[in-house]
T-cell receptor, first 114, second 114 residues
Framework: DAGITQSPRYKITETGRQVTLMCHQTWSHSYMFWYRQDLGHGLRLIYY???????DKGEVPDGYVVSRSKTENFPLTLESATRSQTSVYFC?????????????FGPGTRLTVL | AQTVTQSQPEMSVQEAETVTLSCTYDTSESDYYLFWYKQPPSRQMILVIRQEAYKQQNATENRFSVNFQKAAKSFSLKISDSQLGDAAMYFC???????????FGKGTRLHILP
């Protein structure tokens, strides 16, 4: 089915481990985004990408790495997970051809770092 | 930097009644977009309504409408004839014309009382 998917949906890991969250969209959207959602903070932008091989930092990028070798994929890597990175992570995308574009969100990944 | 404030962490409304969720924002820009997103227990982010700042007419989508006061930097959401399915977290969001990042408020949890 067309849309935006995230995997895994749930992940438990330990402090210091590397974790990669996957995001895949089938709309050929140019723009992709990673957010984290924490109680009391709403959604905060981690990184975004305007096109393949173009990425930029958002509000809270520290401790995260992204790549965009293909338009449809935008993985988010926690190089050395910390407990403060326990959160729900959302991927989003939009065409970006006009500023009125709606962002479409994936179902989210709940990450727990022990 | 732009900020979005939702001053009501939680609200309750009787089924079939009308409820208004508040949102204020701060920006020095004249052109931008404002959004209301709904997040039900499934965690999916769903766009409810969108408003272009250059439009004076308030956006409406079926039972959902906004009261956009540009000078006051206010963007409230009115839900008419509330239904049990409207129970969710609602996020107000701001998007600049200059870049593609969206800034979210911290959310308002809406309870619908049967």
């Amino acid at each position: 089915d067309a849309g935006i998917t995230q995997s895994p949906r749930y992940k438990i890991t330990e402090t210091g481990r590397q974790v990669t969250l996957m995001c895949h969209q089938t709309w050929s959207h140019s723009y992709m985004f990673w957010y984290r959602q924490d109680l009391g903070h709403g959604l905060r932008l981690i990184y975004y990408s305007a096109a393949a091989d173009i990425t930029d930092k958002g509000e809270v990028p520290d401790g995260y790495v992204v790549s965009r070798s293909k338009t449809e994929n935008f993985p988010l890597t926690l190089e050395s997970a910390t407990r403060s990175q326990t959160s729900v992570y959302f991927c989003a995308s939009n065409f970006g051809t006009t500023r009125s574009d709606t962002q479409y969100f994936g179902p989210g990944t709940r990450l727990t770092v022990l | 930097a732009q900020t979005v404030t939702q001053s009501q962490p939680e609200m309750s409304v009787q089924e079939a009644e009308t409820v208004t969720l508040s949102c204020t924002y701060d920006t020095s820009e004249s052109d931008y977009y404002l959004f209301w997103y709904k997040q039900p227990p499934s965690r999916q982010m769903i766009l409810v309504i969108r408003q272009e700042a250059y439009k004076q007419q308030n956006a409406t989508e079926n039972r959902f409408s906004v009261n956009f006061q540009k000078a006051a930097k206010s963007f409230s959401l009115k839900i008419s004839d509330s239904q049990l399915g409207d129970a969710a977290m609602y996020f107000c969001a701001y998007r600049s014309f200059r870049d593609d990042k969206i800034i979210f408020g911290k959310g308002t949890r809406l309870h619908i009382l049967p």
